[in-house]
């Protein structure tokens, strides 16, 4: 069995779907573009600020091992004078600016002097880099702690002092404040909804902006650790940030002294937020692809109507009408399309066609059934019998009521007898050789020669043959 055609509008509507597959193909393209060209960008500027934050804590690493080299040869430093100490560091810190305090400690770790007023004892003998500086006898940058003489989160940078003998006598320390580093990104600028995460050796978090509440932080577990433990340059990738959201980050790796001490420039962003905006881009390019494909899919449907199935639908009433017997069935095609209006036509041409053959049918069916009249008036009207032979069996088909009543017989009996059984003259043969001369020749004889049931008497007969 033949399945039915999808409807037309089914067929307009996928038309239009498929149509619109390349406008969404164009614009998820451009929405991948979009996504490449944020991710690149943020790259760039990601990296770009990294760099110049590494840039000026590199100057700044590099200023601190020259002040502190300076500082450690003054003598009022050497020699432990905690007056004459403490008052020099005051005034560079005044003038400087960059730090959070400057002491002086002894080989004991005991402080004594500081640019900053002491308001209890300080004793940093347990401290890494102070441990590392008097073992390296070398300038050392520590990790993040709490200083105890400011008691502000800040990093430090030590270096030896060395007495007239050369012996060692002590440490001379520059603290830093995490504050530095919100400067510095707040003087750069960092990119749209980017972060700065520095990060020491030991994974502290010296500097978060914004989010300072993770400053002092060890995040070595996570995944961040792990990306930068194997960081040998610079670098972007997509990791889990300190909260465990998705994170684009760009890296920098500053090497700190020369014991190896590294640390760790972060800029990064959520991923949610760094595409937003392309998310937002594609999803009203979508939005209003599909309101397009909704006006032409309605447009499509309504069109599908006016222009075709109504059209269509005419043509099928009035093919109704033509099968039912109305031959003046016609289509008006008006408003129709240029290859609706030609098959309209041509439908009308054949309605008008079968128009005419019907009423010349008609006319001659007429004409017959008047013959017809006529022929059997005749027949039955006429005053001499007349009677209708089967050549082949020779049986009479039809007869007039002359015919029979003349010969005596009813006419259920003369239409059982061949022509031998009332033809007198001839035998069945000259009847045969007579009736095919007839056939021939159209000759009619007309005499005297059949036999009556009872009497004789005169009949003429004439053969044809249905």
Request: aromatic residues 6%; charged residues 20%.
């Amino acid at each position: 069995m033949t399945r039915p055609a999808p409807p037309l509008r089914r067929h307009l509507l996928l038309l239009v779907l498929f149509s619109s597959i390349p406008a969404f193909a164009l614009v998820a393209f451009n929405g991948w573009r979009e996504y490449a060209h944020l991710r690149d960008t943020a790259t760039e500027r990601a990296l770009a600020a990294a760099n110049a934050i590494v840039r000026e804590q590199r100057e700044l690493i590099a200023q601190t091992r020259e002040l502190l080299a300076a500082l450690a040869a003054l003598p009022e430093i050497s020699s432990k004078n905690f007056t004459a100490c403490s008052k020099e560091l005051r005034e560079f810190i005044r003038l400087s600016g960059a730090y959070e305090n400057i002491g002086v400690f002894a080989a004991d770790g005991a402080m004594v002097c500081s640019a900053k007023p002491l308001s209890q004892a300080v004793n940093v003998a347990d401290m890494p880099y102070f441990r590392r500086t008097l073992e390296t006898r070398r300038f050392v940058v520590g990790d993040y702690h709490v200083s105890q003489a400011t008691h502000r989160p800040v990093f430090t940078m030590s270096a030896p002092i060395f007495d007239a003998r050369g012996e060692l006598a002590g440490v001379i320390l520059a603290a830093v404040s995490t504050d530095w580093f919100e400067r510095q990104a707040a003087a750069i600028g960092l990119p749209h909804r980017h972060a700065l995460t520095v990060l020491d050796s030991a994974f502290n978090v010296i500097a978060r902006h914004p989010g300072n509440q993770w400053i002092g932080r060890n995040v070595s577990d996570g995944p961040l650790a792990t990306l930068l433990r194997s960081a040998k340059s610079e670098g972007t990738a997509e990791v889990a940030g300190l909260s465990g959201e998705a994170r684009f980050v760009a890296y920098v790796p500053l090497q700190a002294d020369q014991g190896g001490n590294r640390i760790f420039v972060v800029i990064g962003a959520r991923i949610d937020e760094l595409y937003r905006e392309a998310r937002i881009t594609l999803v009203q390019n979508l939005i209003a692809l599909l309101l397009a494909l909704s006006v032409v899919a309605a447009g499509a449907w309504l069109e599908a109507d006016r222009l075709v199935l109504r059209h269509v639908h005419n043509l099928i009433r009035a093919i109704e009408k033509l099968r039912s017997g109305k031959s003046d069935a016609r289509v008006a095609s008006g408003g129709a399309s240029r290859e609706l209006a030609v098959l309209g036509q041509a439908f009308n041409d054949m309605a008008a066609e079968l128009h005419e053959r019907e009423a010349e049918r008609k006319q001659a069916e007429e004409a017959i059934l008047q013959a017809q009249l006529r022929y059997q008036t005749l027949f039955e009207q006429s005053p001499v019998g007349i009677v209708v032979v089967d050549l082949d069996s020779g049986l009479a088909v039809e007869c007039n009521a002359v015919a029979h009543n003349e010969l005596g017989y009813s006419k259920e009996e003369f239409l059982r007898l061949r022509v031998s059984d009332y033809e007198a003259l001839e035998s069945p043969a000259e009847i045969k050789a007579h009736t095919e001369k007839i056939l021939r020749q159209g000759e009619i004889g007309s005499r005297p020669s059949t036999v009556p049931k009872a009497a004789s008497f005169e009949a003429s007969t004439s053969s044809c043959a249905y």
